[in-house]
């Protein structure tokens, strides 16, 4: 995400705040602006172009210190210098995209939609999101599966997440081994420590998942299940995006949307009700049926399942996450959607950058602005901005909610100097 700082010199004299402000410049200087609508340095709360500067002065470049007056009293007129940035605590979201063959049947859709509207968003947020890339698929009769493609989640990640998924074509016959792309979604996020922000997946699928070999229904789904708990477990939750299955199948039909409702769940860390075989008493019926599948098998081997018991924990009842169900023939109603959603995790914290803190008994004296209008202070962190740290700035209930709307990016901070002190 981007972030300016600069420093306000009235005269000769210039407001530090590593070291305090000087009588002469109490009161003035500039702000930081943080958003991939970066306003310029008036901090007017105008709405330039996604990701282009139009602020009055056009030398103020990201990161760099610059000089401009002040007068004290809105948005770009407080004193943040000497390295006091407000830097967001930058989420990353791994993309995990079904790319089993049916995603291809209607003259390559809804792959091509979904993908077109796919990287529209991740255009737009990538100055805001750390975007990574998985498709799975398998080929049982090629001995492949999982089939992964795979970019990793960075910063400003578009072009290389672009050029994968561009490159991606229908598989031979294509299976939907969910269940090892939740795995190596896993693996990477685990593994990925470049920033402290949270960190989620986007899984969408057009049906029911297998290993491979179009077996029992309830395996697969039960190691899917497992997988996106084992996820949410880790903190890394995920959203369920469950495009129409194609399958003429009218008991798959039935149970489609009672398995998207288990994923939904399980990915949020939520109560997951089991989508059991016909007849069966409950999730011990799981169990039965999938004692003597191989891969099934394995895995309760490899995770040290009880005996008799499933891979997932279940319950009596679903926890009612919510699953997103977007029309695939509309791709600006897909592409609106999943803004909607990744909008959702933008980051409401920023650290402030450089050792510098805020002297917290003075908070009435400085301001936030969302889009040019101000956000109250609430020292009760319930609704507004306040300081849970000396060097951190949460958005809480509506304030936060509001900053989270796909749209708003512009986010103006106003610190007197005297209230920004050295650590």
């Avoid at 103020?60 to 605590?89: D, H, I, Y």
Wanted: charged content about 15%; overall charge negative.
């Amino acid at each position: 995400m981007k972030t300016r700082a600069w420093s306000s010199i009235l005269g000769s004299s210039v407001c530090l705040a590593l070291l305090g402000c000087s009588a002469g410049t109490s009161g003035t200087g500039a702000s930081g602006v943080s958003g991939n609508n970066a306003a310029g340095a008036t901090g007017s709360g105008t709405q330039p172009n996604l990701g282009v500067d139009t602020g009055t002065d056009s030398n103020l470049n990201l990161g760099q210190m610059m000089a401009t007056a002040g007068s004290g009293g809105g948005p770009g007129t407080g004193c943040q210098s000497g390295g006091a940035m407000f830097v967001p605590k930058v989420p990353t979201v791994m993309l995990l995209v079904d790319r089993s063959g049916t995603m291809f049947k209607d003259g390559g859709n809804p792959w091509g939609i979904l993908r077109d509207g796919v990287l529209e968003v991740v255009k737009q947020m990538d100055n805001d999101v750390r975007f990574g890339l998985l498709a799975v698929t398998g080929e049982q009769q090629a001995g492949m599966c999982p089939l992964l493609d795979e970019v990793a989640p960075a910063a400003h990640n578009y072009d290389a997440l672009a050029a994968k998924y561009l490159s991606l074509k229908a598989p031979a016959k294509g299976e939907s081994p969910g269940m090892r792309g939740l795995e190596r979604a896993a693996a990477i996020l685990g593994a990925d420590t470049a920033v402290e922000g949270d960190k989620y997946v986007l899984f969408v699928t057009d049906g029911e998942q297998d290993y491979c070999d179009d077996g029992d229904f309830a395996c697969p789904t039960d190691s899917v299940v497992y997988h996106l708990q084992d996820l949410a477990t880790k903190g890394f939750k995920t959203f369920i995006f469950g495009l129409p299955m194609t399958s003429d199948d009218a008991q798959q039909q039935a149970r489609y949307p009672l398995i998207l409702q288990a994923f939904a769940d399980a990915g949020m860390g939520l109560p997951v009700a089991p989508v059991l075989p016909p007849g069966g008493q409950g999730p011990i019926q799981i169990f039965y049926n999938c004692q003597g599948v191989p891969n099934w098998q394995a895995e309760a081997a490899a995770a040290k399942t009880p005996a008799m018991q499933p891979l997932g924990a279940y319950a009596a009842a679903s926890g009612g996450a919510k699953v997103f169900t977007p029309d695939p023939t509309k791709k600006d109603a897909l592409r609106d959607e999943i803004a909607k959603v990744l909008s959702g995790v933008k980051s409401c914290t920023f650290d402030i950058g450089g050792d510098i803190k805020v002297v917290q008994t003075l908070l009435d004296q400085a301001h936030v602005y969302v889009q040019g209008v101000e956000v109250p202070l609430d020292v009760t962190a319930a609704n507004g901005w306040h300081m849970p740290t000396p060097s951190q700035i949460e958005l809480v209930g509506d304030a936060c909610t509001n900053w989270r709307m796909p749209g708003n990016n512009d986010i103006t901070w106003d610190f007197p100097c005297k209230i920004l002190v050295p650590r």
